[in-house]
């Protein structure tokens, strides 16, 4: 299999006075599939493939727009920002896949988002990012358990925790799990408007919306071709290895009001910035942490125990898209649950 992918931006840096560059790339692997997994050598033997649906080309409207994206960042001023043409192509014996689309990534304010689309919009992303309350600082006491209103920022990072214990390489949650909460969560690479908006993976596999977790309950994996666990579509990389693409939890039927009127004693956690999982427990850096009615508290970390996770008793019925990073995105809404705030 041939994989291909070219990418062409223009990247303009800095406010009053800035950098505007351009700057292109493009890369080739040829690669087969085997039964240790994929290689650079065709194997000695034919390999049994995995069931799966072939990919189809694509081409996003907003590559319409491309042309337009030098007189666009002349108009506007961040920190930085980057418009991306992406071209991908897979090539696996008489099927060949195109996709392309444009992909625009905004920071400002210290704050990264990406969306796929026309550039034009990068103006109404510039005024998300602007918004960030400020909160009077307090030194008040948080228990070592205590409720939490997580945002959706927050949220997301919480999901991206969840999917690294569903990889079908390696899973760490059984099918027959017990213990997790009433929640359906799924991996959705076909959000046209999010920046890992994806057609086909990077084995020519066909994406699709895929749940992982219905109602409480394991259902699938992140899979690939050589995956043991898990249906395909999720082979990410030139080696490809189980990986998302938007961790997505199912809304619930609160109001966001009502999840804060009906909590006490609660703390509510606006954003992150990165998060790692510690044996069984997922661990966010929080951008800030209020006590309603007291002011922001200075937390590093919020610890979530997997087995904690039952306690998540409340989600918002309004979600949102969130960046995590540079591959990977969340549609996540504002959940409650006991959380274990750590302040050294």
Same mark, same amino acid.
């Given at each position: 299999?041939l994989?291909?992918?070219r990418?062409?931006?223009?990247v303009? *840096?800095?406010?009053?006075?800035?950098?505007?560059?351009?700057r292109?790339?493009?890369?080739?692997?040829?690669?087969?599939?085997? *039964?240790q997994?994929?290689s650079s050598?065709?194997?000695?033997k034919?390999?049994?493939?995995?069931s /799966?649906?072939? #990919?189809?080309?694509?081409?996003?409207?907003s590559?319409?727009?491309?042309?337009?994206?030098?007189?666009?960042l002349?108009?506007?001023?961040a920190?930085?920002?980057e418009?991306?043409r992406?071209r991908r192509?897979?090539q696996?014996?008489?099927v060949? #896949?195109? *996709?392309e689309?444009?992909?625009n990534f905004?920071?400002?304010?210290?704050?990264?988002f990406?969306?796929?689309?026309?550039?034009?919009d990068?103006?109404?992303?510039?005024?998300?990012?602007?918004q960030?309350?400020?909160?009077?600082?307090?030194?008040l006491?948080?228990p070592?358990?205590v409720?939490?209103?997580?945002d959706?920022e927050?949220?997301?990072?919480?999901?991206?925790?969840?999917m690294?214990f569903?990889?079908?390489?390696?899973p760490?949650?059984?099918?027959?799990?017990?213990?997790?909460?009433?929640?359906?969560?799924y991996d959705d690479p076909t959000i046209?408007?999010?920046?890992?908006?994806f057609?086909f993976?990077?084995?020519?596999? /066909?994406? /699709?919306r895929?749940?992982?977790?219905?109602?409480?309950?394991?259902v699938d994996?992140?899979g690939s071709l050589?995956?043991?666990?898990?249906s395909?579509?999720?082979?990410?990389g030139f080696?490809?290895?189980?990986?998302?693409?938007?961790?997505?939890l199912?809304?619930?039927?609160?109001?966001?009001q009502?999840?804060m009127?009906?909590?006490?004693?609660?703390?509510?956690?606006?954003?992150?910035?990165?998060y790692?999982?510690?044996r069984?427990s997922? /661990?966010?850096?929080?951008?800030?942490v209020v006590?309603?009615?007291a002011?922001e508290?200075?937390v590093r970390?919020?610890?979530?125990?997997l087995?904690?996770?039952v306690?998540?008793?409340?989600?918002?019925r309004d979600s949102r898209l969130?960046?995590?990073?540079?591959?990977?995105?969340a549609?996540?809404?504002f959940?409650?649950?006991?959380?274990?705030?750590?302040l050294?």
């Amino acid at each position: 299999m041939l994989l291909t992918v070219r990418e062409d931006s223009i990247v303009k *840096e800095g406010t009053e006075s800035w950098v505007m560059y351009t700057r292109s790339s493009s890369t080739s692997v040829s690669r087969y599939l085997t *039964e240790q997994g994929w290689s650079s050598l065709p194997p000695s033997k034919p390999v049994d493939i995995k069931s /799966r649906e072939i #990919c189809s080309s694509h081409r996003h409207p907003s590559v319409m727009s491309w042309e337009k994206a030098k007189t666009i960042l002349e108009r506007v001023k961040a920190q930085r920002i980057e418009i991306r043409r992406v071209r991908r192509e897979a090539q696996w014996d008489d099927v060949s #896949c195109v *996709e392309e689309k444009v992909v625009n990534f905004i920071t400002n304010n210290g704050r990264t988002f990406a969306f796929t689309g026309d550039p034009r919009d990068i103006p109404s992303v510039l005024e998300l990012l602007a918004q960030d309350q400020e909160f009077k600082k307090t030194n008040l006491w948080i228990p070592e358990r205590v409720t939490a209103l997580l945002d959706p920022e927050a949220t997301g990072y919480i999901l991206a925790g969840l999917m690294a214990f569903l990889k079908g390489d390696k899973p760490l949650l059984r099918q027959d799990e017990r213990g997790l909460p009433d929640i359906t969560i799924y991996d959705d690479p076909t959000i046209e408007y999010s920046h890992v908006f994806f057609t086909f993976d990077d084995e020519g596999t /066909r994406t /699709r919306r895929k749940e992982l977790i219905g109602n409480g309950q394991v259902v699938d994996y992140l899979g690939s071709l050589f995956s043991k666990y898990g249906s395909p579509g999720n082979g990410r990389g030139f080696y490809p290895v189980p990986d998302y693409y938007n961790a997505v939890l199912k809304t619930g039927d609160w109001q966001i009001q009502e999840m804060m009127e009906e909590s006490k004693d609660f703390i509510l956690v606006l954003g992150a910035s990165e998060y790692h999982v510690l044996r069984n427990s997922i /661990r966010i850096r929080p951008r800030k942490v209020v006590v309603p009615g007291a002011g922001e508290v200075f937390v590093r970390e919020i610890a979530i125990p997997l087995p904690e996770m039952v306690t998540l008793d409340a989600v918002s019925r309004d979600s949102r898209l969130v960046y995590l990073d540079e591959n990977h995105g969340a549609l996540a809404p504002f959940i409650r649950l006991k959380v274990r705030p750590l302040l050294h």
